[in-house]
């Protein structure tokens, strides 16, 4: 029976168009979105046969670009002897120089030095680094001249501006402390590191952290007419600071005289514990012992001078010793 094309052509499976099938496959695996929120739109980009490429970013000036050129007074400075020639020299490029160590100096204000005392430090070094600077070693004078300056400013807070002065080494410990602080506190309202967190955070032993914990108020001295934190009567450091005891004096006498008296002889101390114990009189105590008051008063003269001597040079051995 011969076959139509009509019916070869219903036998031959028709099979689906390429585009159509990967459609389906990303519709398949696409992940399901909740009703009612619109697709993620992808950013196209067109690139134009004509557009030139992006220029490269271009670095920053260097901060010093105004930096005057002294390479050829450098050249004559050290090769000249020492004179008025040389110090005039010296003096030009220094000032040539000047407003740079300026602009260094005010990278350290507000730090409760005065802005004109930070300049003439930065001054200071700018002078060290023209005496020290060597222009055949072939580096620019700027780079050698900034860490000289900054150098010598920092040694001047170092050295000058601590209320307290304390060693070196725990000026550096308080530095770590402090940069690890403000590393560890993620907010001002977030509690501060404790010591074991800030030692764990730098490698520091807790008692280094310890140490330079205490050195952070250090820096600057507080008033003793300051007001303590939490007192509201104007409670101030003054008011903590105690007062000489005179009856401390009086009880070191006392102990030291103790054992002087137990050596005098009986009419002796008869007489001083009559006297200055039970408070009587020159007259009562000789009409007591059937005596003269001339003599009572010198007994008591002449003990009490005696036992001066000895506590006196008592305590002079204890001072010795």
């Not at 040389?86 to 490029?93: A, N, P, S």
Request: aromatic share 4%; with cysteine; charged share 30%.
């Amino acid at each position: 029976m011969p076959v139509t094309p009509q019916a070869e052509e219903a036998r031959t499976p028709i099979e689906p168009i390429p585009e159509q099938r990967s459609t389906r496959r990303r519709s398949e695996q696409a992940p399901s979105r909740p009703p009612g929120k619109p697709g993620r739109r992808t950013k196209q980009r067109r690139v134009s046969a004509n557009k030139p490429p992006p220029a490269p970013r271009q670095r920053g000036r260097h901060s010093h670009h105004d930096a005057p050129d002294t390479a050829e007074d450098f050249r004559r400075l050290v090769a000249l002897p020492d004179g008025p020639e040389r110090d005039e020299l010296r003096q030009r490029v220094v000032c040539a120089w000047l407003p740079m160590s300026e602009r260094l100096a005010l990278r350290f204000r507000n730090r409760g030095e005065a802005a004109e005392d930070l300049q003439q430090v930065a001054a200071l070094g700018l002078v060290k680094a023209v005496d020290r600077y060597d222009p055949d070693r072939g580096c620019a004078f700027e780079s050698f001249a900034v860490p000289t300056i900054v150098g010598e400013v920092k040694r001047h807070f170092r050295d000058h501006m601590w209320g307290l002065h304390v060693p070196r080494r725990v000026q550096e410990l308080r530095n770590r402390v402090r940069a690890a602080r403000q590393e560890l506190t993620r907010s001002v309202d977030d509690r501060g590191p404790t010591p074991e967190e800030i030692a764990e955070h730098t490698g520091m032993s807790l008692e280094e952290v310890l140490l330079g914990s205490q050195a952070l108020d250090s820096f600057t001295t507080l008033s003793l007419d300051a007001e303590l934190p939490g007192a509201d009567d104007g409670y101030s450091l003054a008011d903590t600071l105690g007062s000489s005891e005179s009856g401390f004096d009086l009880v070191l006498a006392r102990e030291a005289v103790k054992p002087k008296l137990r050596k005098l002889p009986e009419r002796e101390r008869e007489i001083l514990y009559m006297r200055f114990f039970c408070d009587m009189t020159q007259s009562r105590i000789a009409d007591r012992l059937g005596i003269s008051q001339m003599h009572v008063s010198r007994i008591i003269s002449r003990t009490c001078r005696r036992l001066a001597d000895q506590v006196g040079a008592r305590q002079g051995e204890y001072a010795a010793s």
